[in-house]
């Protein structure tokens, strides 16, 4: 199926760093999202984005995050500072978005550790 | 607003014997119902979509019908393998959410024991 990668795999960081996770979604896809998973608990949304904007966020999209895909790169989850609640696997995903396919498809995971 | 309930969070099962996971939802809108697997340090994976013009979505040996009139897309495989074992998520996404945002539900575990 389609694919979607997520670099690095893992990441340890000190507690203020600024991090950034970076997605390579699905080439047609137009849809992007970040989900947090903490270990043993369920996957929670933090964020879509579309057309350059980020179009819904929920509380746990702090203002110390933000989201972009310059010039159809990557699409980046970034975290500045980075605080030990942050320490979660952060799963990008991706979908074409239309009433037809609206499925999405994931990458698979970036673990982070902050200490 | 829209809700996904999964109401067993473990399920413990023999090889061979049929399973069954439950999913109820509420949405305002006719939603389109999915199921994800999740294998241990793995990323979710589509296993089952509800709208394929009718017919009954059918995955590895899975499927799952999707009542309107209960709100309800439970899965169901008629012989469990070892292989099943992982945690499976029921989610939607409403029609009337242009935003395509997933709503999951709590999560199943599945263990299968020889």
């Known amino acids: 199926g389609p694919k979607v990668l997520q670099i690095p795999s893992h990441q340890i960081i000190d507690m203020g760093q600024m991090v950034t996770l970076n997605c390579d979604p699905v080439s047609n896809h137009l849809y992007f999202y970040w989900y947090k998973q903490i270990l043993g608990q369920q996957m929670e949304f933090l964020v879509n984005?579309?057309?350059?904007?980020?179009?819904?966020k929920s509380k746990l999209f702090k203002d110390q995050f933000s989201v972009e895909r310059p010039d159809g790169s990557y699409f980046t989850l970034k975290i500045q500072p980075t605080a030990l609640e942050d320490s979660a696997v952060y799963f990008c995903?991706?979908?074409f978005g239309t009433g037809g396919a609206p499925e999405q498809y994931f990458g698979p995971g970036t673990r982070l550790t902050v200490l | 607003g829209d809700s996904v309930t999964q109401t067993e969070g473990l399920v413990t099962l023999t090889e061979g014997l049929p399973v069954m996971l439950n999913c109820t939802y509420q949405?305002?809108?006719?939603?389109?119902l999915f199921w994800y697997v999740q294998h241990l340090n793995e990323a979710p994976k589509l296993l089952l979509k509800s709208f394929t013009d009718n017919k009954r979505p059918e995955h590895q040996g899975f499927h799952a019908t999707l009542h309107k009139s209960s709100s309800s897309f439970h899965l169901q495989k008629s012989s469990a393998q070892l292989s099943d074992s992982a945690l499976y998520y029921c989610?939607?996404?409403?029609?009337?959410?242009?935003?395509?945002?997933?709503?999951w539900g709590s999560g199943t575990k599945l263990i299968i024991k020889p």
């Open positions: 984005f579309y057309n350059g904007k980020v179009m819904e």
């Open positions: 995903a991706s979908s």
């Open positions: 989610a939607l996404i409403g029609r009337g959410d242009s935003n395509y945002q997933l709503i």
């Open positions: 949405s305002t809108y006719s939603p389109f």
